[in-house]
Structures are given as C-alpha cells and as structure tokens.
C-alpha cells in the first residue's frame, strides 16, 4: 500500500521533529558531560535513556520513510 503525498510529506516532517527531538537530548548529553560531570552524575542515567529513547523514536520513523519512499520508487 502506497502512501498519499500528503501522507508521504507527514512522515518525512515526523523524521525531522523526531531527529531535533533527539538532537536536542544529544546536546544535554554533552553539557551534562562538559559542564556538570562528576557533580551531576546522578542525571546520566536519565538523560542517557531519553537520549536513546528518542533516537530510537527517530530511527523508527526513518525506517518507516525509508521503506515508504523504496515502496514508491518501486510501484
């Protein structure tokens, strides 16, 4: 099943925010590690598994526009 345009469109704008989301955790990572290390140790358990989280959340949606888009390129 092929996807709509718009469709097509909603999910490469869901990768983007996905990909700040997790950029952006990214970048607490590495202030907590260039600025609040050792005293904040007790944040990298948190920070660490959101930034996961929320790469995961991106690399799923790119995979789902991924295959999509080869779905498109192939029909």
Known sequence: M???ADEMK???????????IAT???GQMHDLAE???PIG?????TIAKATYDA???WK???DKLQAAESE???S
Not at 41 to 45: C, K, P, S, T, Y
């Open 10 to 20: 909603a999910l490469q704008k869901e990768v983007s925010k996905k990909k700040r």
């Open 41 to 45: 140790f007790e944040e990298i358990h």
């Open 24 to 26: 952006e955790w990214a």
């Open 35 to 37: 600025e609040r290390l």
């Open 72 to 74: 498109a390129v192939s």
């Open 2 to 4: 092929s996807l709509s």
């Open 60 to 62: 799923e949606a790119a």
């Open 55 to 57: 790469c995961l959340a």
